[in-house]
C-alpha cells in the first residue's frame, strides 16, 4: 500500500514525500480512511507508531476540501504535555506546509499573548488542557467553530489529572463535531471516556498490549546503593548512540545527570520543574547528539520522538505497565530496532512480574557481577542521620506511617 491510496491533495502528498515516508503505517493504513469518510474513530497503538499522521493527514485532507476559512479554528487537539503538543504541532506543520493551513501551539511557560492572537489566524490548535482552560477562563479564545476534536495519549491525560479540564473544554465545543481519540492503553477509565466522547465510533487497535517487536527487553538485579556502578558499567559496555533514561522523581533526574557529567558523560536532564527554555535545550542538545545521555522523569519525558534513542534505561522502574510501555516506546521507533533496560531491585519483583505477565516477555533478569572498586568509586554517600534526642512518643504523635511519596515529575 502507498499513500497515494488515500488520494490525499497533492500539495499533502509532496508534504508527506518530504517527510520521507513511503508506506503508511498499520495505525495509517486502518485509521486514515475511517477519519476521511467522517467517522470517530478509537486509536489503541503504541507510541511511535505514526499515530500523529494517522491523524493529522486525513484532518488537513478534510480542511483542504471544505476550505472556508473562518477566523476561529475548526480543529482541536489535546495533548498531555508541552513537548507532545510542540510535535505534533510541528507534524501538522511539516504536512500542511503547501496549504496555506495554519497550525498553532497553546501550552504553559511561554507568553499567552502570541497563544490568543492565533486563535485568530489558525485551523488547527494543539493544546495542553490546562493552558486552554487558562484562556478560556480570561474569555480570550473562540472555540465556537471547532468541529473536529482529537485526544492524543488519551490515557496518560486521564492519569495526570487533566479529566476536569478536559470536562470544562468539552463543554465549550459545538455538540456536533468529529472525535478522535488515541491511547497507548485500554484501561477501564478509558473506556468509560470513550464511551461519554465519542459517537458512534470505529475502533483500530494495533498490538497495544504486545511489546513493539523492534525493542529488546532485558533486566538487571540489583540494590539502591548498587544502581550507579551498574549504570556506568552498562553505559561503557553498550555500544549505544544515545540513551534515555528514567527516575522516579525530579531531583534524581537532575541529580544522576550531573553524576554522569561528571563521570565524563554528555548528559542532560528534563524535568517538570525546568523553564520553557531550558526543557526546549535539554530537548533539542539531546535531539541533536550534542549530549548523548538525557536523564527525565515521566511526564517531561512523555512523547519524545527523537530516532537516536538506542536504548531506554529505567533507573528506577515505571509504577505501571502502561508506564512501562511508554517509557519504553521511546525507543525502537519507526521499525527501528531499540534495547529497554530495566534495573531491579527486590522491591520491585511484584512490578517486574505484572510487565513480564502483560506484555508477554520472557526473559529473565541477569546479574552482572560490579568490581569492587567499580562499585565503591560509584556508591552513593547517604546523609549522616543527624542525632537530635527527641522525645519519641510526643513525636510520633497524630503522624501516619510513612509511605513512598508520589513520583513526581
Ligand atoms: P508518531 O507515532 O506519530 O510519534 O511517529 C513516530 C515516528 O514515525 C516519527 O518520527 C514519524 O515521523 C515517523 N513516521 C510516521 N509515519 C511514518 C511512515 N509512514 N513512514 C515512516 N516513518 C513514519
Given at each position: 500500500m502507498t499513500f497515494t491510496t488515500f488520494s490525499f491533495d497533492q500539495r499533502i502528498n509532496a508534504s508527506v514525500e518530504a517527510c520521507g515516508y513511503q508506506a503508511p503505517t498499520p495505525i495509517q493504513s486502518q485509521t486514515i480512511p475511517l477519519i476521511l469518510q467522517g467517522h470517530d474513530v478509537m486509536g489503541l497503538a503504541?507510541?511511535?507508531?505514526?499515530?500523529t499522521a494517522a491523524f493529522a493527514l486525513p484532518i488537513l485532507q478534510r480542511l483542504l476540501a471544505k476550505r472556508s476559512?473562518?477566523?476561529?479554528?475548526?480543529?482541536?487537539?489535546l495533548?498531555?504535555?508541552?513537548?507532545?503538543?510542540q510535535q505534533i504541532n510541528e507534524n501538522f506543520t511539516a504536512f500542511a506546509r503547501r496549504t496555506g493551513i495554519r497550525s498553532s501551539v497553546v501550552m504553559?511557560?511561554?507568553?499567552?499573548?502570541?497563544?490568543?492572537?492565533?486563535f485568530k489566524s489558525s485551523q488547527v490548535i494543539v493544546a495542553c488542557p490546562g493552558r486552554?482552560?487558562?484562556?478560556m477562563a480570561q474569555n480570550a479564545v473562540n472555540l465556537s467553530a471547532i468541529d473536529t476534536l482529537v485526544l492524543d495519549e488519551a490515557d496518560r491525560m486521564l492519569d495526570m489529572g487533566f479529566m476536569p479540564d478536559i470536562k470544562r473544554i468539552l463543554a465549550q465545543l459545538p455538540a456536533k463535531r468529529q472525535n478522535l481519540l488515541f491511547s497507548a492503553t485500554m484501561p477501564n477509565s478509558i473506556r468509560v471516556f470513550a464511551e461519554r466522547i465519542l459517537s458512534d465510533p470505529k475502533t483500530v487497535r494495533i498490538n497495544t498490549a504486545k511489546p513493539v517487536t523492534s525493542i529488546e527487553h532485558a533486566f538487571y538485579n540489583t540494590c539502591n546503593s548498587e544502581k550507579n556502578a551498574l549504570l556506568e558499567n552498562l553505559i561503557k559496555n553498550t555500544e549505544h548512540q544515545s540513551m534515555l533514561i528514567f527516575t522516579r522523581t525530579k531531583h534524581k533526574a537532575k541529580s544522576l545527570a550531573r553524576r554522569l557529567s561528571q563521570n565524563g558523560h554528555n548528559a542532560t536532564f528534563l524535568q517538570g520543574n525546568m523553564s520553557q527554555r531550558q526543557r526546549e535545550n535539554a530537548l533539542n542538545g539531546f535531539r541533536s547528539g550534542r549530549f548523548s545521555i538525557m536523564v527525565a522523569t515521566d511526564i517531561a519525558a512523555r512523547g519524545i520522538d527523537c530516532d537516536r534513542i538506542s536504548h531506554v534505561i529505567n533507573y528506577d522502574m515505571p509504577d505501571t505497565v502502561e508506564a512501562y510501555t511508554h517509557r519504553t516506546g521511546r525507543t525502537g521507533r519507526a521499525g527501528r530496532s531499540g534495547k529497554a533496560i530495566s534495573l531491579v531491585t527486590r522491591d520491585d519483583a511484584a512490578q517486574l512480574r505484572a510487565i513480564q505477565r502483560t506484555m508477554n516477555i520472557s526473559v529473565k533478569p541477569q546479574s552482572v557481577q560490579i568490581p569492587v572498586e567499580e562499585r565503591d568509586r560509584n556508591e552513593r554517600k547517604a546523609p549522616r542521620p543527624r542525632r537530635k534526642p527527641v522525645n519519641r512518643s510526643a513525636a510520633n504523635k497524630g503522624r501516619t506511617p510513612a509511605r513512598r511519596g508520589p513520583?513526581?515529575?
Open positions: 503504541q507510541t511511535g507508531t505514526g499515530k476559512a473562518g477566523n476561529a479554528p475548526s480543529v482541536l487537539v495533548a498531555p504535555t508541552r513537548e507532545l503538543a504553559g511557560g511561554v507568553g499567552m499573548k502570541p497563544q490568543i492572537k492565533a486552554l482552560v487558562g484562556l513520583r513526581a515529575a
